[in-house]
């Protein structure tokens, strides 16, 4: 007996899986209907082999409507918008009646028209004909070498070869989730805690002179050349919840990442992506910043890479749940003002090209590799050039005030007095600028460039009933009542309710003769 017919669907399949790379997602149990996907091309068209033989050419179109159904269903669960499917069909013979015009042209579901069915059929004495029809369906050769006889042993050797081989694919398949155990995914979430209770016995978390002196992101001393707060910032957070929800994720996302790369990759890659997102806030917030976020986010980028370079297997698997998650994470950053949304962005961004530069383990591919490791450091370098060049063009307002205001707490008022005359020298300050100048003054004695200084916070911002308070008190020391007095009451008036300006108030009209004091 002649197995011609269950030869070829069986080597179809296996060229299908060994060459072009298609894997197995629907089996029958009669093993004569094979649903095959290609995990690397999105494009590609779905494969499905019958072997059957049809007699009469309206039970082939009854099948090519079911096989339209069943695409459907294959459409909507892989949430592709679009599905095209070629059908081929094994077959002794063709069918008695005419059918050609049944396979000429594409047959869309009727319901949605997403899913289209490219029919061919391969038949005796047609066999060359439907190779090289479904050759051009495919905009591939498909080819091999056809006898004239197959036994029922060289069947079941092809068949064992290609389902042997399909098997195959389907553990590298999952060996590609098992790269790696996760370990410093629990090293770092054990690093933080540590930190964190470091941070609590030292000052607490929130304390800002605390975060400073164990590195926390603070560009002024950036700017001055502490390389290291690209780097601590990672391991520091700034109250218990932020800590909560940083670990949390961490314990979501870092063992997905830590067993598709490995470990060695997944530590290049959190760090890579922490210090990316510390660069990104650094350039586009002057706030003290800290926390593990924009390496949790280096996470999700890594993921990402993985989607570019396996689509179906991330959609397939992970993929929804992750894409969600991370729009809902981006959404509230952009919503939230407290969020250091720039340090998210630049860790999704880190992740994603660092993901790109170590690959995936046993799968080198020098030249990409190579490309996100040229552009990785390109962006890296521009990066610290625009942020170390803002410094040098007189810095941010902001993290000059951050700066001085640091200094001051530390009563080192030499400093930051050097650090506020020099922005003042070549910017136009604000009156909070002049403002803390004066203040430094008082504290240093200089009572006379003290005065000088509130007189152009109060010309810049009549409202600060401070400096109306301020210069009161250093009349005051000049012996000079009335204008002690003026200023005092104008404090007053600006702010009825604090006691030391009311309490100024009667001291100055004790000094005042009683005539002026009536005035």
Not at 32 to 40: C, I
Not at 187 to 201: D, G, K, R, T
Not at 295 to 317: D, E, H, N, S, V
């Amino acid at each position: 007996m002649n197995h011609k017919e269950d030869y070829i669907y069986w080597r179809l399949a296996f060229f299908f899986i060994s060459e072009q790379g298609y894997r197995i997602i629907q089996l029958f149990e009669n093993q004569k209907e094979l649903w095959l996907e290609k995990l690397e091309n999105k494009k590609a068209p779905i494969v499905r082999l019958l072997r059957k033989d049809f007699d009469w050419s309206n039970a082939m179109q009854r099948d090519i409507e079911f096989t339209a159904a069943n695409g459907e269903k294959v459409r909507k669960q892989l949430g592709r918008r679009e599905l095209s499917i070629v059908n081929i069909y094994v077959s002794q013979f063709p069918p008695v009646d005419e059918y050609e015009f049944r396979l000429k042209h594409p047959f869309f579901f009727p319901q949605s028209n997403k899913t289209s069915v490219s029919s061919v059929l391969l038949s005796d004495g047609q066999f060359e004909s439907g190779l090289n029809s479904l050759s051009t369906r495919l905009d591939m050769e498909v080819s091999f070498d056809i006898q004239d006889e197959y036994s029922e042993q060289d069947v079941n050797a092809q068949k064992k070869v290609t389902i042997d081989f399909a098997k195959q694919m389907a553990k590298k398949e999952k060996e590609i989730f098992t790269n790696g155990k996760p370990f410093f995914t629990y090293v770092f979430m054990i690093f933080q805690v540590a930190v964190f209770l470091l941070l609590e016995l030292q000052g607490g978390s929130t304390n800002t002179s605390t975060l400073i002196k164990f590195g926390a992101k603070f560009n002024p001393y950036i700017y001055e050349g502490e390389w290291w707060r690209f780097i601590t910032p990672i391991f520091l957070h700034i109250g218990f919840l932020h800590l909560a929800m940083n670990t949390l994720a961490l314990y979501f996302l870092g063992p997905a990442v830590e067993r598709i790369f490995g470990n060695i990759r997944f530590l290049v890659i959190y760090l890579f992506a922490g210090i990316a997102g510390v660069i990104a806030s650094f350039i586009y917030s002057p706030n003290i910043s800290a926390g593990a976020s924009g390496a949790i986010f280096g996470c999700f980028g890594a993921l990402l890479y993985f989607a570019m370079i396996y689509p179906k297997l991330f959609f397939r698997t992970m993929g929804p749940s992750v894409i969600t998650v991370l729009v809902f994470n981006l959404i509230f950053g952009f919503t939230v003002s407290i969020v250091d949304n720039a340090g998210h962005l630049g860790g999704l961004a880190g992740g994603f090209l660092a993901a790109g530069i170590v690959h995936f383990p046993k799968k080198k591919r020098p030249i990409l590799q190579l490309l996100f490791l040229l552009i990785s450091a390109a962006i890296i370098y521009g990066s610290l050039f625009y942020g170390f060049r803002q410094s040098e063009t007189g810095g941010n307002e902001s993290s000059t005030m951050m700066l001085a205001q640091e200094y001051i707490k530390q009563e080192n008022y030499e400093q930051a007095y050097d650090v506020l005359t020099k922005y003042a020298e070549s910017n136009k300050p604000s009156a909070e600028v002049y403002f803390a100048l004066s203040f430094i003054e008082i504290k240093l004695g200089e009572l006379k460039e003290a005065k000088s200084h509130l007189l152009k916070v109060i010309e810049l911002d009549p409202d600060l009933p401070e400096a109306y308070y301020n210069l009161a008190l250093i009349y005051l020391e000049e012996n000079d009542i009335l204008n002690a007095k003026e200023n005092a009451e104008k404090a007053v008036e600006l702010r009825p309710n604090q006691q030391q300006y009311t309490e100024l108030v009667q001291e100055l009209n004790r000094l005042l003769p009683s005539s002026d004091a009536g005035e």
